[in-house]
């Protein structure tokens, strides 16, 4: 064994000539990322990253004279990442659309799926089985032994002796603010401006607002811990400042007739 | 006899096997740190997949030229590392205490840059909460400081035991260890830039 050298000098002007290439390609991606190519932006940042990565591997950490058993080390987990990260995607890609919790589902599919829903009372509006329920406590307080009701009733009874002009009037948040916020956070289930996902079950901002049980007061409530208000509901509980309620309320008042 | 490259000094072990094996810990080491960030990876990108406007929104927040400072901070730290080893194995003490050094001083320059990207925006209430970009952001850089500072721990190592000329061409190992782990500091960067600042 004695023969066998520890390692391997390797010459200067190889060491040198990576850390060139490391700094042009860092170069060239932030260059590249000024330009939109759309989803080749995503390709080419991972392939001169991976580039990148090979140069440090190879010649920064001698891999080029590393033996087999260590290269076995340095492709098993690439291997397992390759596997997790695909498989991760052939289930994201494939789900039937309407069994999405949340997910990308454009607008079209969600008429589409619409048309073959099985699930819920099936309507014009789109969100079948939210409005199913709210017609449901319309007509009856029964409900409170059911499903349980998205209004408390002392909300409700106030709501119905208040006109609904004077309950909006000491808010005053930010609309742009709010709308700026949805875009962020509601977007992913209800509709913006037309934009986003219409979660099945997540009634549209302008029914909330038309609706003037949905007082201020139950908004605020309903924005800080919706499970609180509703428990089990698939509405999250979003990382919301009081001011951003505010503002976020202010911009769903934008949406009353 | 008794190499002070074998490890523990438990037993005789023939010194460039025992250099070979504590090399290949490294490497097998390693492959567990590549799949310990490769499942942020697969989170980073289903999250971009399922809100890609969430993404685009926090990306725009980031401020690309801090990350790509760091991005060659680190390459030169890579390359400074690369050198103390060469030294090492060269033999060249003064050279190798100069770059281990150097990679230190590196190491902290990513330090300072990445408190200025930080500290403005967690004082205006952009934390891990803030949304899902923000909190793989937090999470996959927040778990790469960590490697920093372990990274610069091991180095510290190295370099005082340099200064005790503990290490010649006859023992390197401990050098070309502390380098391998410091390269996938590196590399993980290599790939974080991109992905939360670029695109």
Not at chain 1, 100 to 128: E, K, L, R
Request: aromatic share 12%; proline share 4%; glycine share 8%.
């Amino acid at each position: 064994m004695s023969e066998h050298k520890m390692g391997h000098i390797q010459e200067f002007s190889i060491y040198f000539k990576v850390l060139l290439a490391l700094i042009g390609l860092t170069i060239a991606t932030v260059l590249v990322s000024l330009v939109d190519f759309g989803i080749f932006n995503t390709l080419v940042a991972l392939l001169v990253a991976a580039i990148k990565a090979s140069l440090v591997v190879l010649y920064f950490m001698h891999g080029k004279y590393e033996d087999r058993i260590t290269w076995a080390f340095i492709y098993y987990p690439l291997i397992l990442l390759a596997t997790l990260v695909g498989a991760l995607f052939l289930d994201y890609g494939f789900r039937d659309k309407g069994q999405f919790t949340v997910g990308p589902i454009s607008f079209d599919a969600m008429h589409q799926s619409h048309d073959a829903d099985s699930h819920g009372a099936t309507d014009d509006h789109g969100a079948t089985t939210h409005d199913s329920h709210n017609a449901d406590s319309a007509d009856t307080h029964t409900d409170a032994h059911g499903e349980p009701s998205i209004m408390d009733p002392a909300t409700e009874a106030h709501a119905a002796e208040t006109p609904a002009v004077d309950m909006w009037e000491g808010v005053h948040g930010d609309v742009e603010a709010g709308r700026a916020k949805a875009k962020v956070l509601c977007i992913a289930c209800h509709l913006i401006d037309g934009e986003g996902n219409a979660l099945p079950g997540a009634p549209p901002f302008a029914e909330t607002a038309n609706n003037t049980e949905k007082t201020p007061e139950f908004l605020r409530t309903w924005l800080k811990a919706p499970q609180s208000v509703k428990p089990g509901t698939l509405m999250p509980q979003l990382p919301l400042t009081d001011a951003d309620i505010e503002n976020l309320i202010t911009y769903l008042h934008t949406y009353a007739e | 006899m008794s190499e002070p490259g074998t490890f523990f000094h438990l037993h005789e072990e023939d010194p460039v096997e025992a250099y070979e094996n504590f090399k290949l810990g490294m490497w097998i080491f390693l492959a567990t740190e590549v799949l310990l960030f490769g499942g942020l990876f697969a989170a980073y990108f289903i999250f971009k997949f399922i809100w890609p406007t969430v993404f685009e929104d926090g990306s725009s927040h980031l401020n690309k030229f801090m990350g790509g400072l760091n991005t060659l901070v680190l390459i030169f730290s890579s390359f400074s590392m690369a050198m103390a080893v060469d030294a090492a194995q060269r033999g060249q003490q003064k050279k190798l205490v100069r770059n281990l050094a150097i990679t230190l001083f590196f190491a902290l320059c990513f330090i300072v840059v990445k408190g200025f990207e930080w500290g403005p925006k967690l004082s205006h209430g952009i934390t891990p909460g803030s949304d899902v970009f923000f909190s793989v952001y937090y999470m996959t850089t927040g778990l790469h400081l960590l490697h920093v500072l372990v990274g610069m721990s091991f180095i510290g190592l190295l370099l005082a035991r340099a200064l005790k000329g503990r290490y010649h061409e006859e023992n390197f190992g401990g050098v070309e260890i502390g380098g391998l782990y410091w390269h996938l500091v590196d590399i993980i960067w290599i790939f974080l830039f991109p992905l939360l600042y670029l695109i």
